[in-house]
Each structure stands twice: as structure tokens, then as C-alpha cells.
């Protein structure tokens, strides 16, 4: 019985963390934390970090990492910039169904962070060959449009053609070596990031997200709070926030995919040996993960309403600290949705606690890093007592 | 030897106690190691040398009990404390830092300075000093520790030991991955040490060496010291009954087995570096084992058979496989394997027994209620002791552990088991378990339509092989020789066979 609330507790670690933090900035902020204007600004604050997040955690508990998160949103809201400065909205289809647009962007988003996904895992794994072969039918498709001024639609199979005839060449010719994912997302941090410029003309892309051919639409209207009557509810981003989470969350526990995803972080070694084919199991970590990225990076351009190459400048570290916080272990194997949430609410509850108490900005920071190391403290106390 | 006056030994280990948690690692162990002698620790795996050896070097302090250091009393708080007192732990796995260089690793954590630069005309002479008493003069301080072999590595850890003024060197199983000539030069220096007044504790399964360089021994059963004596007095089977506490017979039941139809050939498979030729045949209602020493392929043979290794040439027919063998496609043909090495390969050791067990075979959508009812079942039938199937394998005893990946084969329900020393670091009753649940299934159970498996084992422990097997065959250097019938082989045949036609002495009585 004892051991069993022992381990209920250490189980609700970061829930007693948040219900902590919060508590906290309730009792010192007052009244002015304490409304649902506030409230709805911490889920408005967390959701791209948070969406992110979701991802990362996958690839944490598969035992890899990714920092080059920051620079697929940037890369992702210049690529919709892009495309919308093409004036895809002249195609008859769209004109007639203005809600294709906004959901051309949300695919076209996605779309780009599961390509940089299959790169990313793809060189993890050993198959360079394939990453070289996503990173040429993205190339194509960018040079055909840009360059040749194809339409889109032209682009893309083209694109897909060239990359996958690539991908299907080397599997026979190219050798495979492991690289540690680290270092290829930190290459990637650096490479994607100047992609973003590039696509970019070396500045913002501004874009009028209101409407389309003088239609309205309402990819901006995501990152808007819902107005009903008097009652503000919180903007549609937070709802995809909240479904996404449910859906991975489902996923990491019920189906094979995700047992998986925890067997090859927890011992690589024995999930060969169980017939898990790993490599696989890895490079789809990376797409739905790094999909996931793309997503929040179509939420940030929603919420800039323009495709900026600088944006989400340290998103990666706040989107691996939401996942660390939230009991998730960098060796893999260890973690979960629910903390990852957890850990995502609290560091915007510190970021939005420290503006209402009128705490400049170094002090959230420094909170932050100061919970970041507690979290894990706690943590690996807790599994020094399981020993 | 040297015969020394042994009023107060150099050390004594009186009631020694050590739990963890409800299991009872130590109760009441006593040990006298006198200085210029060599000390046996025997015992089979899990008996309690290694948690002994712990709480002598500090890595754990003992629940109760006393020690004494050349009769002042010893009380360690850590293994640096240990280490102050004159304790040097020799280890199986080596603990050089394999970067850098030979004196580096000689002085380290004891590097003579001045402020904080280093005394390098120092270093070198301490370090030439100790490398002198380990026989390695002419060995070059800056080789990188890396770059040498294993025996030189455990050598310069002696001589680390000694430099820093150790006076009781533990020497835990030695000469696991030694040569016949590396464990010569050993010996002779473990005889030089004694001369020197250091009193040594040397703990190893091989009977053999112990009575070539021990001159008295303390046998430890399930954490308590059951005898002790002059090793030269003691008859070896003496000594194994001490360890075993049972009659060995009893061990391998066997009840009567019908050969069924072929399920695996193999023709002149050769993989990467090892094996360098394997023909057997397996048929249904059959244990074959395979037999040799430590690095002969075995392991490499079975990982070849099972895809995790890549097959230079040669032909395998596996469970009417046709095309690439895959890990996926062998566990799909009903194909299972059980690896050598449990915490690095075997199980997902942080993850849960239900985890774990059904990892090479599950649904699309795995829920907790469905994990449950699998795995409550092969709990209860092996049995497996534990709280719950959610239970993290970590907590498990080695035994335990080991039937969570016997009962992955059975949950995958497959017909043919390839099993990698089955029964490495296990207790007596989870061994004697194991080879009653091979027998069971070798033998099948016709009346409740359950049809025999094959069985291939690999173990180093040839009591074990002779007691499950039908048929062995013995590896030597990547080649394995026929089968023979069980009946006509035993420990002595295998052994000249194994160590190349008695080129080697043979080694029998190893444990697991």
C-alpha cells in the first residue's frame, strides 16, 4: 500500500511540479494571474513550443534528439510565405473552395517538416543516400518553381519523381553509417536555418493572410481567440494542441508503432533481436515528430502572418526542456505525452507568472534553467530510490 | 610459497551481512586472508563473491559485521577510502581509460604536483617503478593504454594497484579473456606478489587454476560461507559439492523424446570473421549443443542463424523459410532466440516483464488488459517472481530476468529455440527450472496435441550440455566438428576437442 502512494507520487512528479509553479504565481500575482485572460494567454504562449514539443518527445524516448526544431518552423513559415506570394490562389479550384487554401498550407507545412524528418532519420540510421535523395526532390522542386517558374503543380511530382528515383538507386550502391543524431541536427540547425534565408531572399516574406483573391480565409484566424457572444475561447491552435496530444498519446501507448518507439530507446540491441525492424522504426520517428515541427511552424506563420528565416531563435531548447521536465530521459526509453504537456505549461506559466508580477525578463530566464535542473535532480533521485 | 606467521591475518572478515531490500545478498560470511598467501573465493554465480568483494572494497558498506585490516579494524565509506586502506580491486572488465597514455593511467588520481602542474619526471619514475614489478621494463609510458592487448592492460592495473600502495589485491575471475601463456605470466606474477608479503584473494570458476595458485579457499552458497581449507588438501569434487549443496543428478530430468522431421540444415555457413564452417542438422524433439571455448563462434554462429549477423557463405534452411532470412521474418516462421547477454541485448531491462515479453509478438493495438492476461499466464506456468507484469525487468532477479526471455519464445509459440547460454548468472534453482522447462518441450506432450520443438543450445558449462543435450557437437575456431550421440562423449573428450586436440589443458568444472 505504502509503496504503491510512493509510487503514485513520483509518478505525478511534474503534475505536483505545475500544480506547485501555479499555486505559486496565483498566490503572488493575485488577481491578476488569477483570470481567465491570463490563463488563456499561457495556452496561447505554449502552443507552438507545446506542438513541438509532442514530436520531440517521440524522438527522446526513442533515444535520439533534435535541435535543429527552431529552424524547421522558420524554414516552414517561409516555405507557405512562399507559396503564397505565388498566387495560388488564381487556380480555379481555389477559387471556388477558398478553404483548400489554408489547408494547401497546413499540408504544405506538415509536408516539409516530415521530408526534413525522413532526412534527419535517414542519416541517423545509416542511409545517407536517402537523405540526399529527400534533400534533391526538395531542391527540384524549389529550383523548377523559382527558377523555371513551373506551376506547383508541375513542381512537386517532378520533385517527388527525381528524389524518390535517387532514394531507390542508392539503396543498392550507398553503405550504411549510423551518424549520432545529435550532430546531424546540429548541422542541420545550422544548414536549415540558412535554407530559410535563402528561400527567403535574405529577408521577411510578407504575405496578407486575411484573404485570398479578395476571399477570406482563415489560416490567420488559428492563432485567434475564439469570440462567443462575451466568452473568449481559446484559439483553434490550442484545440489542435489539445487533439494532437490525445492522438500521440493513444498511439505511444496502444499501438505497436508506439511500444516500438520505447523498446528501440530503451535497448536497440534487444529490439533487433525481438524482429522490430528498427531503422524503420527510427525514420518514422523522425517523419511524425518532425511533421510535427512543420505543424507548429504553419501555427507560427498563422500567428506572424508573414514568413520570417529569423524566428524561433532557441525554440529547441524550450521544446527539449518541456519533454526533459516532463520526466522524459535522454538516454531513451523513458517519457510520456502527458509530462511532456506538463512540462510545456510550466515554463510558460513561469514566462507569463514573471510578466504579471512585473519581473523582467532575465528572471524568467533564469527560473526556467533553475527548474530544468530540479526536474531532473528529482528525477534521477526517484530512480536512485527504485534501485 | 611463502609460509608466514599467521597470527593476525592481513585480513579478516568476520559475519558480514548485506540486504537489498527483502533479498539477503550476504548472511554472515566469514574470510581470513593472510599476507603471502593466495585466497580462493568460490562459489557459483549469485552466491555473493562479487557483493563480498563490494562491501571489501567500500563500493557497499555492510549491514553488519566487522572487518580488520592486519588487526586494526576496517570500516570503508566509499572505495576510495578502500583504496587508502591498501584494498585494489582487479576487475574482469578492464578500467584503464583506454585513451590515455600508460603512466597517466599508472598515477591516476594520485598524480604527483606542484600546484596544479604536473610532476612529469615524477610521474615517469613512479611509473617506470611500478611497470618493473609487473615484468613490463621495457613497455613505453606514453603507449596508449588502448592500444595494448588485455593481458597487458590487466597487467598495468596491477601495477597501478601496487604503485599506489595496495597490500590486498582482489583479483575477480582474471583470466576469462586470457591466453594460456598470458595466464602463465599471471601466475607467476601472482607468485611474486606473494613473496612480497601481499596477500591476495582470487576468485574464479575454474577449479583448476585454483589449485594451481591457491593455497587456501572459502566456498560461498547463497551469500554464507559454507567451508573453507588448504586448497591442496581438497579434492575438487569436494569442493563442488560445497558449491552445488545437491546432488547434480537431479538436475536434468529427461523424459523420453521422439525425433520428429528436419527444421534447420545448415551447410559450410561461414560468417564475417566467425564461424568459419557450421554444418548441423536440427530436427524436431531434439536438444543439440554445442560445445567449445570462450571465443570458438559459437555466439556468432547463432547470431549468423538468426540474421543479426550477416552470412558470408554457405547454405542455411531454416523453418521452411524461403528468400532473405530476416529477425522478423524467423520470429514470424516461429524462430526465437535467447542472447548470451542479458542487460545489453537479451531484455530491455528498464522496460516492463509485459514489455518485454511480448515485444516479438504483438497486435496492432496492444492494450494494458490484453498484456495482462498474456502475460499472467506464462508468469504462473514458468513461474516467473514478481509483484506485477508491469514490474520493471531491472527488479527481477538474473533467474527471474531469464525466464522473461524463455517466455518471449513461448508467447511467439515458436517451434525452434536457439538458446545463447541459458542458464549464465542464474541461482541452482532457477537452472534446475530451465532444464526441466527445455526438457518439457523437447519432448512435447502428444495427448494435449502439443507438438515437440527443436532446441539448439550454446553453453560453456559442459555438465549442463551433457545433462539436456541429444546430440553435441564441439566448436574449435569457427569449425564445428560432427554431432555426437550423448552417450558417446563426456567433459574430457569435449574439452581435448574443444581446446584443439589437446594442445591446451582441458578445462572442465567451469560454471556457467
Not at chain 2, 565509506?77 to 578492464?94: C, K, S, T
Request: glycine share 12%.
Amino acid at each position: 500500500m505504502k509503496e504503491k502512494i510512493v509510487k503514485t507520487i513520483s509518478k505525478a512528479g511534474p503534475f505536483i511540479a505545475l500544480l506547485f509553479v501555479f499555486g505559486l504565481f496565483a498566490s503572488l500575482g493575485g488577481s491578476d494571474f488569477r483570470q481567465w485572460g491570463t490563463m488563456n494567454d499561457i495556452l496561447m504562449l505554449s502552443v507552438i513550443v507545446g506542438i513541438a514539443a509532442l514530436g520531440a518527445t517521440l524522438v527522446i524516448i526513442s533515444g535520439g534528439i533534435d535541435l535543429s526544431v527552431g529552424c524547421t518552423i522558420a524554414a516552414v513559415t517561409v516555405v507557405i510565405a512562399r507559396m503564397f506570394n505565388m498566387r495560388l490562389g488564381d487556380s480555379y479550384l481555389i477559387e471556388q473552395f477558398p478553404i483548400l487554401w489554408p489547408l494547401c498550407a497546413m499540408a504544405g507545412g506538415v509536408a516539409f517538416g516530415a521530408a526534413v524528418g525522413v532526412v534527419i532519420g535517414s542519416s541517423v540510421v545509416g542511409h545517407i543516400g536517402r537523405a540526399a535523395a529527400v534533400i534533391l526532390g526538395l531542391l527540384v522542386m524549389v529550383w523548377l518553381r523559382s527558377g523555371a517558374d513551373w506551376p506547383l503543380f508541375v513542381c512537386i511530382p517532378l520533385g517527388i519523381l527525381a528524389g524518390g528515383a535517387l532514394w531507390f538507386l542508392n539503396t543498392i550502391s550507398i553503405k550504411k553509417t549510423p551518424l549520432p543524431p545529435f550532430i546531424v541536427t546540429l548541422g542541420l540547425w545550422a544548414s536549415l536555418r540558412g535554407t530559410a534565408k535563402w528561400l527567403a531572399g535574405g529577408t521577411s516574406v510578407y504575405v496578407d493572410v486575411s484573404e485570398v483573391n479578395g476571399k477570406a480565409i482563415w489560416l490567420n484566424t488559428i492563432m485567434r481567440d475564439i469570440k462567443v457572444g462575451d466568452m473568449i475561447l481559446p484559439m483553434p491552435g490550442v484545440w489542435m494542441w489539445g487533439l494532437l496530444a490525445v492522438a500521440m498519446g493513444l498511439m505511444l501507448k496502444y499501438t505497436r508503432f508506439g511500444r516500438h518507439i520505447y523498446a528501440v530507446g530503451s535497448n536497440e540491441n534487444t529490439a533487433r533481436l525481438c524482429g522490430i525492424n528498427v531503422e524503420k522504426t527510427k525514420i518514422l520517428t523522425y517523419l511524425v515528430a518532425i511533421a510535427c515541427a512543420g505543424l507548429a511552424g504553419v501555427l507560427r506563420f498563422a500567428w506572424l502572418g508573414m514568413g520570417d528565416p529569423t524566428t524561433d531563435i532557441g525554440t529547441e531548447l524550450l521544446v527539449i526542456a518541456s519533454v526533459v521536465i516532463g520526466g522524459a530521459s535522454l538516454n531513451g526509453g523513458v517519457g510520456g505525452i502527458g509530462g511532456t504537456l506538463v512540462g510545456t505549461l510550466i515554463i510558460m506559466i513561469v514566462y507569463k507568472g514573471c510578466t504579471v508580477l512585473g519581473l523582467q525578463n532575465f528572471v524568467q530566464e533564469i527560473v526556467t534553467g533553475a527548474i530544468i535542473v530540479a526536474a531532473v535532480t528529482l528525477d534521477q533521485i526517484r530512480h536512485k530510490k527504485a534501485d | 610459497m611463502g609460509v608466514h606467521d599467521a597470527s593476525t591475518p592481513r585480513l579478516k572478515m568476520a559475519g558480514i551481512c548485506k540486504r537489498f531490500g527483502p533479498t539477503v545478498a550476504l548472511g554472515g560470511v566469514d574470510l581470513e586472508a593472510r599476507a603471502g598467501e593466495a585466497h580462493a573465493l568460490i562459489g557459483e554465480n549469485g552466491a555473493g563473491k562479487s557483493t563480498l568483494m563490494k562491501v571489501l572494497s567500500g563500493a557497499y558498506q555492510a549491514d553488519s559485521g566487522e572487518m580488520w585490516i592486519d588487526g586494526t579494524v576496517y570500516q570503508p565509506r566509499n572505495p576510495l577510502d578502500g583504496r587508502e586502506r591498501g584494498v585494489a580491486m582487479i576487475y574482469q572488465e578492464l578500467s584503464l581509460a583506454q585513451h590515455l597514455s600508460v603512466m597517466e593511467n599508472i598515477v591516476l588520481g594520485n598524480e604527483p604536483c606542484s600546484g596544479p602542474f604536473m610532476r612529469w619526471k615524477d610521474i615517469r619514475r613512479i611509473a617506470g617503478e611500478a611497470l618493473a614489478h609487473v615484468g613490463l621494463e621495457t613497455l613505453p609510458l606514453e603507449t596508449r593504454a588502448g592500444a595494448l592487448s588485455n593481458a597487458k592492460q590487466q597487467l598495468i592495473e596491477i601495477a597501478r594497484s601496487v604503485a599506489t600502495g595496495a597490500k590486498i589485491l582482489v583479483f575477480d575471475e582474471p583470466t576469462s579473456s586470457l591466453s594460456r601463456q598470458d595466464i602463465d605470466n599471471l601466475f607467476r606474477l601472482i607468485r611474486e606478489l606473494k613473496e612480497k608479503d601481499y596477500a591476495i584473494v582470487y576468485i574464479s570458476h575454474f577449479l583448476e587454476e585454483i589449485q594451481e595458485i591457491t593455497d587456501r579457499f572459502t566456498v560461498l552458497r547463497d551469500g554464507e560461507s559454507v567451508g573453507n581449507g588448504v586448497t591442496a588438501e581438497a579434492a575438487i569434487n569436494d569442493i563442488i559439492t560445497m558449491m552445488v549443496g545437491r546432488d547434480v543428478d537431479d538436475l536434468y530430468p529427461r523424459s523420453p523424446r521422439h525425433i520428429g522431421g528436419r527444421v534447420c540444415e545448415t551447410r559450410h555457413v561461414a560468417g564475417a570473421a566467425k564461424p568459419a564452417d557450421v554444418s548441423l542438422d536440427l530436427h524436431r524433439g531434439e536438444v543439440v549443443g554445442i560445445a567449445g571455448v570462450v571465443g570458438a563462434g559459437r555466439t556468432e554462429f547463432l547470431r549468423c542463424l538468426f540474421a543479426l549477423d550477416p552470412i558470408r557463405s554457405g547454405d542455411v534452411k531454416i523453418a521452411s523459410i524461403d528468400g532473405t532470412l530476416t529477425p522478423r521474418r524467423l520470429w514470424n516462421a516461429g524462430v526465437g532466440i535467447i542472447s548470451e547477454d542479458r542487460k545489453r541485448e537479451g531484455l530491455a531491462t528498464a522496460l516492463s516483464i509485459a514489455d518485454n515479453l511480448t515485444l516479438s509478438s504483438q497486435p496492432f493495438i496492444i492494450t494494458s488488459t490484453w498484456q495482462e492476461t498474456v502475460c499472467r499466464s506464462w508468469i504462473e506456468a514458468l513461474p516467473i517472481k514478481c509483484a506485477s507484469p508491469f514490474q520493471a525487468v531491472d527488479d527481477l532477479s538474473g533467474g527471474n530476468q531469464q525466464k522473461v526471455a524463455i517466455a518471449r519464445l513461448l508467447h511467439a509459440d515458436v517451434d525452434i529455440l536457439l538458446l545463447d547460454e541459458p542458464t549464465r548468472g542464474i541461482d541452482v534453482g532457477s537452472k534446475a527450472q530451465i532444464y526441466q522447462l527445455i526438457d518439457e518441450l523437447a519432448a512435447g506432450n502428444p495427448e494435449a496435441g502439443v507438438k515437440p520443438k527443436a532446441i539448439l543450445v550454446v553453453s560453456s558449462y559442459l555438465p549442463e550440455l551433457l545433462g539436456i543435450c541429444d546430440r553435441i557437437g564441439v566448436m574449435c575456431k569457427g569449425k564445428l566438428g560432427p554431432l555426437k550421440a550423448v552417450g558417446d562423449v563426456d567433459e574430457h573428450s569435449i574439452m581435448l576437442e574443444a581446446t584443439g586436440a589437446g594442445a591446451d589443458e582441458p578445462k572442465d568444472g567451469r560454471e556457467g
